[in-house]
T-cell receptor, first 116, second 114 residues
């Protein structure tokens, strides 16, 4: 069965510092991989996704993520964090090449706090 | 214009009551979803509809009944509310049928059952 783990429940970084949020997945083949962000009191918004090609994916708001097949990881990075990046971040996986009968699974989330 | 909207934003009610949450999307998408986010922020899919047809029906109590009058609307009716139903419920939509499609989320409805 597919699963997603995000080892860090909560991360605190200083504004301007770099950020890496970890995501590991368990799946029989390379799935669709996503990162979503949830700002306080808001719905989720897609930051980026990967399904094939270049393993370094660029997203919105200056975020990028790198797919590493050997490690079953899809870590999210940002070189310089802004105070407005404080939010909940969700990694998600979905079965590649399947229909909507197969669902996207979300990880437990990592809460990011930013110190001014 | 809000892409995916939900009403109400907050819902406080007593145990045993029946309540509904409405969702509308103006993106022209074919697929809509209901998710439940618990107090630990864990997000789990409940239902999905494609062109008014039920596609995914997770292990959800029968007290929860989704209804899609047209492909732009997906409502969630909950009978006999229980304390454990307290959560944030998110509606979402996507263009197509595959799990690879970006999902657009509504702002959520925070349900509190007393």
């Amino acid at each position: 069965a597919q699963s997603v783990t995000q080892p860090d429940i909560h991360i605190t970084v200083s504004e301007g510092a770099s950020l890496e949020l970890r995501c590991n997945y368990s799946y029989g083949a390379t799935p669709y991989l996503f990162w979503y962000v949830q700002s306080p009191g808001q719905g989720l918004q897609l930051l980026l996704k990967y399904f094939s090609g270049d393993t370094l994916v660029q997203g919105i708001k200056g975020f990028e993520a790198e797919f590493k097949r050997s490690q079953s990881s899809f870590n999210l990075r940002k070189p310089s964090v802004h105070w407005s990046d404080a939010a909940e971040y969700f990694c998600a996986v979905g079965p590649l090449g399947k229909t909507s009968y197969d669902k996207v699974i979300f990880g437990p989330g990592t809460s990011l706090s930013v110190i001014p | 214009d809000t892409a995916v909207s939900q009403t109400p934003k907050y819902l406080v009610t007593q145990m045993g009551n029946d309540k509904s949450i409405k969702c509308e999307q103006n993106l022209g998408h074919d697929t809509m979803y209901w998710y439940k986010q618990d107090s630990k922020k864990f997000l789990k899919i409940m239902f999905s509809y494609n062109n008014k047809e039920l596609i995914i029906n997770e292990t959800v109590p029968n007290r929860f009944s989704p209804k899609s009058p047209d492909k732009a609307h997906l409502n969630l009716h909950i009978n006999s509310l229980e304390l454990g139903d307290s959560a944030v419920y998110f509606c979402a939509s996507s263009q197509g049928l595959t799990p690879g499609d970006e999902q657009f989320f509504g702002p959520g409805t925070r349900l509190t059952v007393l």
